[in-house]
């Protein structure tokens, strides 16, 4: 008895402990996922570079994700990860961008968690200032970031703006 009182305390505790996302929610619009932990709103795109990628996230009412802590640079990994990469361009857009000599959102957000694959990001960030998340396997660098030219076009793209009411 004892037993299964730990065994259903310790299950209980992992739920809780694991983050929610719903598709289809009605805190976002239709083709969005919703996120509790941030109570964000997240739209995946395909075929754009940065700049495009980042117009239609802001015609949508967003912005092309930051991403905050480690359980969101996961779910954005997961919501565009295909098992496969063949070039740079298979991977997906953040909007992280080398601006007047520092990294920032293109939301404006806090830069404090950042996930750079090793050796990243260049020394020379001005070549490199766009940054794109590795959904799959990548040198062994899933789900970490990757600094590259901001006109290539890039399979994907993950646009997030805040839940409605």
């Known amino acids: 008895m004892k037993s299964t ?49 980042e117009a239609d996230c802001v015609s949508l ?6 991403i905050h802590n480690g359980f969101e640079n996961n779910l954005v990994a997961s919501l565009t990860e295909v098992g496969t990469k063949e070039g740079p361009s298979d991977m997906t857009w953040i909007g992280l961008r080398f601006v007047q000599n520092k990294w920032a959102w293109t939301d404006g957000g806090d830069t404090s968690y950042l996930n750079w ?12 200032p766009c940054t794109q998340i590795l ?23 993950v646009c997030k703006k805040p839940s409605k009411s």
């Not at 959904?135 to 970031?145: I, L």
Request: net charge negative.
């Open 117 to 128: 694959m090793k050796g990243r990001p260049e020394k020379d960030a001005g070549k490199y």
């Open 61 to 66: 009412g967003g912005h092309l994700t930051s």
């Open 135 to 157: 959904q799959d396997d990548y040198k062994g660098s899933k789900t970490q970031w990757n600094d590259v030219d901001c006109g290539i076009k890039m399979r994907k793209y």
């Open 5 to 53: 009182v730990v065994l259903l305390l310790s299950a209980l505790a992992l739920a809780t402990a694991i983050p929610a996302i719903s598709v289809n929610d009605p805190r976002c619009d239709s083709d969005w996922t919703y996120f509790d932990l941030t109570s964000s709103c997240y739209y995946v795109g395909s075929q754009n570079n940065f700049d495009s990628a």
